[in-house]
């Protein structure tokens, strides 16, 4: 059977799933809307959480990324999976024990001011808006990919699925798919994997196999930094970003993760203390499994890639190649006419992206209209190295169509997760707990099921007409949590002494200054500034760590030059600091 | 022992846990993974430079294993202080 009637049958039976297990979890309160009626089991819970973490980027772009950057790769590595160690010791407790459906909620009570419940929420919704325009964008992009079906019809089917499970279920409905979810995505993640480990290096297992020896008895590593050191390239395992700058942004990664309230709040379905801690180690193990996938994939795929493509003739290029050409992620110009692929470092291209003159090379090549004067020829998309891994390495035609279904249930479950955290802020932060206090439970229900349609529809059209800030900011979305949200929560539990005038403070300027910095060097607004400008060396990715710095300086300075908290507050701290008694999550 | 002293007890306890867990947590990562990479690469593990094997595959282990550590511990302080639920 062909790819595409492999991919229509896979995609067909995980979507029908999907569909049942919405229907089964139907949501009936605002309880069961919000965090799953708290009765949620902590190793469910942590499949959740899993997927709910592992977005399209994780799952389609990350090894791509660590593929052309080596070393460099490792803060997405160590960013993304340490941050569950700050969540799991320093936050999930709490806030399970303090028992209340969101972050506002938390903010908001222990600060006892609804000035800082609306700084909350507005953080909340800026962190959330930017994450889930990148995961229909991801939806879109796997559908037309693999399905051939315009963007626009790929979105507008991934809008229908989330709409159903989340408008039907809320957390109840989605929490149960994105178990489901897990299960397809880790599978299809990890089928290719072995194959390609055990094809190169004899090791099915691939964390093995990244260390492992090639037939000729050298190791796999030192074969790709002599190839890398050969064709020009930094070596692999050295990597080029400063030692200060690789800290700043793995920091940042680590703390924004802990600060977003889209993985916090699954902290909230659990019954007890007890299982909040438990669940945060579940959903560690299951997402490591990955992230210590992805970095192998990306060696061995790196070294494919190399392999197959240097020096060869256009003439007896894999028929891959060219499919990828055709969909215009592949861009290749023979500048020295030899009719040879020489792939080597510097840009291939200028600008970003090849742009195509719809007429044909000699050798039968799309012919690009920006080649550079730079020597080497090849341009490569990053984003194929997950999707054409199986093609590259030969693998059968279900394990590339399993691919795309795991594509899929990446971007659905995240995307669903971050759905419910907006249609929450605005129905329980904003109406229930500012604008109409006396509504009722099933009129809240009607506000947040509203609310997630308007965010879907909205989130719908930035994935058909992506803003083109969109892919710089989503990395940046971590910038903003951490300069945020993390500090305020972490004093709050921390430091009985703190007080709304310091924790307002701080957030405000926090993410003032992370919004400032990110402006000024990633869109060039304030005047805009290069590498040389960058404050103490720290790119704009990692510039949560300074603004968090600064976020925490100042809330303490303030709180101590202004009136200490009420006692009540303070009761509320202590009690949180006990793991007993929490009771289910509740609505007081 | 009256309720609000065993109470600052527990959370003493509950803190020199943290220190101590937070402690690995920074050295393997940022130590071992960033800031010492280079003097680690000398060494190998397999196929592996070292540092390079802190970055991307053992610090990760270890955070999976420090959670689990970190639960093993609060179970048996939270029975210590009585605070468990079953």
Known sequence: MSVQTWTWIIVGITFALYFGIAIWARAGSTKEFYVAGGGVSPLANGMATAADWMSAASFISMAGIISFAGYDGSVYLLGWTGGYVLLALLLAPYLRKFGKFTVPDFIGDRYYSNGARTVAIICALIVSFTYVAGQMRGVGIVFSQFLQVEIIWGVAIGMCIVLVFAFLGGMKGITYTQVAQYCVLIFAFMVPAFFISFQMTGDVIPQIGMGGTLEDGTYLLDKLDSLHTQLGFKEYTTGSKSTWDVFAITLALMVGTAGLPHVIVRFFTVPKVKDARKSAGYALFLIAILYTTAPAISVFSRTNLIETVSETKYSEIPEWFKNWENTGLIAWTDKNGDGKIQYIAGNALDGKKPVYTETRGIYGERMIANASAARNELYVDRDIMVLANPEIAGLPNWVIALVAAGGLAAALSTAAGLLLVISTSISHDLIKKQIKPDISDKGELMWARASIFVAILISGYFGINPPGFVAATVALAFGLAAASFFPAIILGIFDKRMNKEGAISGMVVGIILMLFYMMKYKLDMFGGGTKEDWWFGTSPEGFGTVAMIVNVVISLVVSRVTAAPPKDVVDIVESIRIPSGAGEASVH | ?86
């Not at chain 2, 306890?13 to 960033?34: D, H, P, R, T």
């Open chain 2, 1 to 86: 022992m009256s309720e609000s002293k065993n109470a600052k007890k527990y959370w003493k306890e509950n803190l020199k846990y943290l220190a101590i867990l937070l402690v690995i947590w920074f050295v393997v990562s940022y130590g071992c993974g960033i800031l010492f990479r280079e003097e680690l690469n000398q060494y190998r593990l397999g196929g592996f430079k070292l540092g390079f094997w802190f970055a991307q595959q053992g610090s990760i282990y270890v955070f999976v294993i420090l959670i689990f550590v970190y639960v093993r511990l609060m179970n048996k302080l939270d029975k210590k202080y009585g605070y468990d639920e079953e």
